[in-house]
């Protein structure tokens, strides 16, 4: 679910993959499109097919009748219900499996694909609504990459557009019970009758990255799969949308934009780009 960011027809190896096309075909040599790649098959069982009614409708609404521009498009979990509810939907993927899936689903051939990395490419063309939900931030692997990537979507939104963020306020953080230094220890993220979720984690402090493997036991299999991170805080996000010239206007605990509070298990951060910029 990592992408690119060139709106108006990136120059890069993998081009644009419009709604009646495949773009050049060239597969991009990026780490990002491995792990899209090794992920693909399996995302949408884990997290879920589309984003449900109370995002879309938030969605929707920041949208205001405007083209959207999704970073990290994955499978289509976020953009197709986006177009199917009429609005231009452009997004980012790297991964060809993942693109692969999302030209399966109805609407799927809708929504025009760029193949690059939105960390390394310039910005061009403008949209009212920028979503990066579904962890965002934390899946890059350094500051300077979440920084970079701020900066860009500010530079591609329209004035008083909208960049969402959604992520998780809970992450598998050391709890000063693990083993050795304390940085690698096992997490439980769920446990039902027919399965247990973990995560088995190595977190660095210094720059807040986290190697992890998601491990699901479940109906006697067993299924690992890798994740490397960067946590950032939700004030160190407002720090990054202040540095790109970007405003916070909304911050809620969920969808239905109840209040955020210390116990929330997610924000949803709203940041604008000020009207008169």
């Known amino acids: 679910m990592i992408g690119g960011l060139s709106a108006n027809g990136p120059s890069g190896p993998g081009g644009p993959h419009g709604p009646n096309g495949r773009g050049s075909g060239a597969k991009p040599s990026h780490a990002y499109a491995a792990w899209g790649d090794y992920w693909a098959g399996v995302l949408d069982d884990w997290i879920g097919g589309e984003i449900d009614a109370d995002c879309l409708a938030v969605l929707c609404d920041l949208a205001d009748g405007g083209d959207v521009l999704e970073l990290g498009i994955g499978t289509g979990r976020v953009a197709i219900p986006l177009a199917r509810s009429g609005l231009t939907v452009h997004g980012f993927e790297l991964s060809d499996a993942m693109i692969e899936k999302l030209r399966e689903k109805p609407y799927g051939d809708k929504i025009t694909v760029f193949q690059e990395n939105y960390v390394d490419v310039a910005v061009e063309g403008t949209y ?15 500051q300077e990459e979440q920084l970079t990537c701020f900066r860009n979507v500010a530079k591609c939104l329209e004035p008083g557009g909208h960049f969402v963020i959604e992520m998780p306020t809970r992450l598998p953080l050391p709890d000063g019970r693990g083993n050795g230094d304390g940085n690698e220890h096992l997490v439980v993220e769920s446990i ?18 986290m190697f992890t493997q998601q491990v699901l036991l479940e ?5 690992v799969k890798p994740v490397r991170m960067r946590y950032a805080s939700a004030s160190e996000l407002d720090l990054m949308a202040r540095m790109a010239g ?3 206007c909304h911050r809620w605990a969920d969808w239905r934009r109840s209040p955020i509070s210390s116990s929330s298990p997610a924000h949803i951060s709203v940041y604008r780009k000020p009207p008169s910029s």
């Open 219 to 223: 109906d006697g299999s067993v299924t």
């Open 192 to 209: 039902n009758p027919s399965s247990v979720g973990l995560w088995a984690v190595d977190y660095n402090p210094v720059d807040q990255t």
């Open 246 to 248: 970007l405003e916070l």
């Open 128 to 142: 009212r609504l920028v979503p990066w939900i579904d962890w965002g931030p934390v899946l890059l692997h350094s």
